[in-house]
């Protein structure tokens, strides 16, 4: 199990734990998982996948991780 964090600026902090075994699909659209209704926050932001560590998938609206700009390789 991963415990995060979540920061947006403006919002209030979100702390969540994901379950091993686990994929969450994070965005603005209620579908996903984790909802993020928020202005530059893409509908499929991004996807958290959770095994013995934790991958994050870029959808294509760019993310930060622990201060530091993400991209896909």
Same mark, same amino acid.
């Given at each position: 199990?991963? =415990?995060i964090l979540i920061r947006m600026p403006?919002?209030? =902090?979100m702390k969540m734990s994901l379950v %091993? #075994? #686990?994929v969450y699909r994070v965005g603005a %659209? +209620?579908?996903?998982?984790i909802h993020l +209704?928020? +202005?530059g926050v893409a509908m499929r932001h991004c996807? $958290?996948?959770v095994s013995?560590? $934790?991958?994050v998938l870029d959808l294509g609206g760019g993310i930060v991780v622990n201060g530091e700009e993400f991209h896909n390789e």
């Amino acid at each position: 199990m991963y =415990e995060i964090l979540i920061r947006m600026p403006g919002r209030n =902090e979100m702390k969540m734990s994901l379950v %091993s #075994g #686990g994929v969450y699909r994070v965005g603005a %659209s +209620p579908a996903c998982h984790i909802h993020l +209704p928020a +202005p530059g926050v893409a509908m499929r932001h991004c996807q $958290l996948i959770v095994s013995d560590d $934790l991958k994050v998938l870029d959808l294509g609206g760019g993310i930060v991780v622990n201060g530091e700009e993400f991209h896909n390789e």
